[in-house]
């Protein structure tokens, strides 16, 4: 495997607006337990290894359960999710993999059901946002823990 660029490198004034974007997303409506399984559920679809590992690190530094981490993927079939984290993903699965007819409208009530509209908009950001992320570091195989140090996610502590 050969080694790819460093995009981030090469358009240092895109990659900082879009870290800024990524600092909005975070200071959104929506909490930060949230966003943490949103990051990891589209990470796990879009296979984006290095950003599943930095997301379920920065999950269990600020405190999310190593189950619910491990569950993410089988969110349907969990009992470890809230109706309204259950919508959420729903709404990132609908989003990260958007089909031939769009987002299901009983995807749309669902998430209705659970967030006010601002949740809503500001979630879609959030998917939106690392999506990107995702597509960046797929395509240029940014290799997984390789900025832990840089990020502080060497504190994360695994068994």
Not at 41 to 69: P, T, W, Y
Not at 136 to 158: C, E, H, M, W
């Amino acid at each position: 495997m050969s080694q790819r660029l460093n995009a981030f490198a090469q358009s240092p004034e895109l990659f900082k607006k879009f870290v800024e974007f990524g600092m909005l997303v975070k200071s959104g409506a929506i909490e930060p337990s949230i966003l943490s399984l949103v990051e990891i559920r589209a990470s796990q679809i879009n296979g984006c290894g290095f950003c599943l590992d930095m997301h379920v690190k920065e999950a269990k530094i600020h405190g999310e359960r190593e189950l619910r981490l491990h569950h993410v993927a089988i969110w349907r079939e969990s009992t470890e999710f809230s109706p309204r984290e259950r919508a959420c993903l729903a709404w990132t699965e609908a989003l990260t993999t958007l089909g031939a007819q769009g987002v299901p409208d009983e995807v749309y009530e669902r998430v209705r059901t659970q967030l006010s509209e601002k949740e809503i908009a500001d979630l879609s950001f959030a998917i939106m946002a690392i999506n990107g992320w995702n597509r960046l570091n797929v395509g240029f195989r940014t290799v997984p823990g390789s900025a832990d140090k840089a990020y502080g996610l060497d504190k994360a502590k695994f068994n």
